[in-house]
């Protein structure tokens, strides 16, 4: 069966959809097939990071209103290879943790991992997602308000039942002393309440492989960053490490 991740945030534009994109993205470049399956209804977005917008037919919504079969709406990465996406329902449409248990049942003896990209916020779509979730990865920016979001997403996890919670400090400076006003690392872990698995870097490249639909370039330093991140959650002993 399926590894089920779950990318959070407290507050919006923290960088889920980011890491749920790189992040598969990685996953599948090591062979290990995943399936990304965006539960952000109406707000649709991964579909040009990976560079399927001309290809989808049915979504997240047809599939839950029975109208399409499960394998009709996944569409493909063309870029990598291992890698689809349930795109986002079109409309706003609630996503019942029965119909996430359903597709993953579905479709998980054919993936290893299931990433889902779920809205922002602690309300009833974190705690559906959450009754299905293996591993909740928490994405905070360093900005005082995301790091209070990841920990109020933490503790909704945690009352969830999600054991396995993870904080990824998304968009930070690469020169370590811009982190200002929340001045190292340590104060945004202490502040998330979150044992920290990865931290991505702030990157003009990053962006553009999320905005043109391309795969990130290995001259990000992110592009690094996302293999390490996901051999961790392959269960390796990568270290930390920061220049
Ligand atoms: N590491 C990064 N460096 C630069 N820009 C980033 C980085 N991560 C995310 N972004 C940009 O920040 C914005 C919000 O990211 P996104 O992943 O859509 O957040 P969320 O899904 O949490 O709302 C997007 O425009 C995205 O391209
Ligand atoms: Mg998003």
């Known amino acids: 069966m399926a590894k089920i991740i779950l990318a959070a945030s407290g507050k919006g534009g923290a960088g889920k959809s980011t890491v749920s994109a790189l992040l598969g993205e990685?996953?599948?470049?090591?062979?290990?097939?995943?399936?990304?399956?965006?539960?952000?209804?109406?707000?649709?977005?991964?579909?040009?990071?990976?560079?399927?917008?001309?290809?989808?037919?049915?979504?997240?919504?047809?599939?839950?209103?029975?109208?399409?079969?499960?394998?009709?709406?996944?569409?493909?990465?063309?870029?990598?290879?291992?890698?689809?996406?349930?795109?986002?329902?079109?409309?706003?449409?609630?996503?019942?943790?029965?119909?996430?248990?359903?597709?993953?049942?579905?479709?998980g003896e054919e993936y290893e991992y299931i990433i889902l990209d779920c809205p922002a916020g602690i309300g009833e779509a974190l705690e559906n997602a959450a009754k299905c979730a293996d591993l909740a990865l928490v994405v905070a920016t360093p900005d005082p308000s995301s790091v209070r979001g990841a920990r109020s997403a933490g503790a909704l996890l945690a009352n969830c039942g999600v054991k396995n919670r993870r904080l990824v400090i998304e968009r930070c400076p690469q020169k370590a002393k811009k982190l200002s006003p929340i001045n190292n690392l340590d104060e945004i872990i202490d502040g998330a309440e979150l044992q920290l698995i990865g931290v991505i870097w702030e990157d003009p490249l990053t962006r553009s492989a999320m905005d043109s639909g391309a795969p990130l370039s290995y001259e990000s330093p992110n592009y690094q960053t996302f293999r390490n991140l996901s051999e961790r959650i392959c269960g390796k002993n990568i270290p930390l490490g920061f220049k």
């Open 26 to 107: 990685a996953l599948a470049s090591k062979k290990h097939k995943t399936l990304i399956i965006e539960l952000d209804s109406g707000l649709r977005s991964l579909d040009v990071a990976l560079g399927v917008t001309e290809n989808i037919v049915f979504d997240l919504g047809d599939i839950i209103r029975g109208s399409c079969d499960m394998k009709d709406a996944l569409a493909p990465c063309p870029f990598c290879e291992g890698l689809s996406l349930i795109p986002a329902a079109a409309k706003p449409a609630v996503i019942t943790a029965g119909a996430i248990n359903d597709i993953s049942s579905a479709l």
